[in-house]
């Protein structure tokens, strides 16, 4: 009984095969390989909207867009990354479970949550305004 309860289990994931067209869920034969929206979308008609193809028009346009943007714009500078964030990015104090995640993206201790305490590069003046 055991066995066979195992071959049964090995045919099922064997028959189970990532959607054909979405690649997000699984599929079985039954439906054609396709997870339930998409061949609750196959039987009804319709079909999942594709990205448009870029034209190689438009890819030129989209280049020297990409030109413009790059003159106009100043250099960023680039924030240093947080690799632990189980300590904290000012005093490098244990932080525990929760830390105090900031807007500016890095992890504080109770000492150091506001904003005011860890020089904050978050402009809340800007991000308020609609």
Same mark, same amino acid.
């Given at each position: =009984? *055991?066995?066979?309860?195992?071959?049964?289990?090995?045919?099922?994931? =064997?028959?189970?095969?990532?959607?054909?067209?979405? %690649?997000?869920? !699984? +599929?079985? /034969?039954? @439906?054609?390989?396709?997870? =339930?929206?998409?061949?609750?979308?196959?039987?009804? +008609?319709?079909?999942?909207?594709?990205?448009?193809?870029?034209?190689? =028009? @438009? @890819?030129?346009?989209?280049? $020297?867009?990409?030109?413009?943007?790059? $003159?106009?714009?100043?250099?960023?500078? $680039?924030? #240093?990354?947080?690799?632990?964030?189980?300590?904290? !990015?000012?005093?490098?104090?244990?932080? +525990?479970?929760? +830390? *105090? #995640?900031?807007?500016?993206?890095?992890?504080?201790?109770?000492? %150091?949550? %506001?904003?005011?305490?860890?020089?904050?590069? *978050?402009?809340?003046? @800007?991000? /308020?305004?609609?």
């Amino acid at each position: =009984s *055991f066995i066979t309860q195992m071959e049964q289990k090995q045919l099922n994931e =064997s028959e189970r095969k990532l959607c054909v067209k979405c %690649h997000s869920f !699984w +599929g079985n /034969a039954q @439906s054609q390989f396709m997870c =339930s929206k998409c061949f609750k979308d196959h039987i009804l +008609g319709t079909s999942i909207p594709k990205k448009p193809q870029p034209s190689a =028009s @438009s @890819s030129i346009k989209s280049e $020297e867009n990409k030109d413009k943007t790059k $003159e106009s714009e100043p250099p960023k500078e $680039e924030k #240093p990354v947080q690799e632990n964030k189980k300590k904290c !990015w000012n005093c490098s104090k244990k932080v +525990g479970l929760l +830390g *105090f #995640p900031c807007k500016c993206g890095y992890i504080f201790c109770a000492k %150091h949550r %506001h904003s005011t305490d860890h020089n904050c590069t *978050f402009d809340f003046k @800007s991000a /308020a305004k609609p």
